[in-house]
């Protein structure tokens, strides 16, 4: 069965960095796109950062664009998220997604991130 599970988060203070990690078992991790959402209480969930299959391509949501770096590495079926200049707005519980809508659209459990001083 598909699996994704995130960690890496925890309360960080504004300015500081995090590396979320989402582990990916039981599909071919190297076929597919891989996401970062995040959703805060009282909003919807959004799309932080994306990749393509092999890497080659990212993006990202304009509030974290320069600050966001998403990442993955294939032969450990693993895709990274790494958070520098930290802001209390980024505040969410931050979900791992593998393929699209259309294709797996996996979803995992979710990481809590805060960020306070």
């Known amino acids: 069965q598909v699996q994704l599970v995130e960690s890496g988060g925890g309360l960080v203070q504004p300015g500081g960095s995090l590396r979320l990690s989402c582990a990916a078992s039981?599909?071919?991790?190297?076929?597919?796109?891989m996401s970062w959402y995040r959703q805060a209480p009282g909003k919807e969930r959004e799309l932080v950062a994306a990749i393509t299959s092999i890497g080659g391509s990212t993006n990202y949501a304009d509030s974290v664009k320069g600050r966001f770096t998403i990442s993955r590495d294939n032969a450990k079926n693993t895709v990274y998220l790494q958070m520098n200049s930290l802001k209390t707005e980024d505040t969410a519980v931050y979900y791992c997604?593998?393929?699209?809508?259309?294709?797996?659209?996996?979803w995992g459990q979710g990481t809590q991130v805060t960020v306070a001083s």
């Open positions: 997604k593998a393929g699209s809508r259309w294709y797996l659209n996996s």
């Open positions: 039981g599909f071919t991790f190297s076929s597919y796109d």
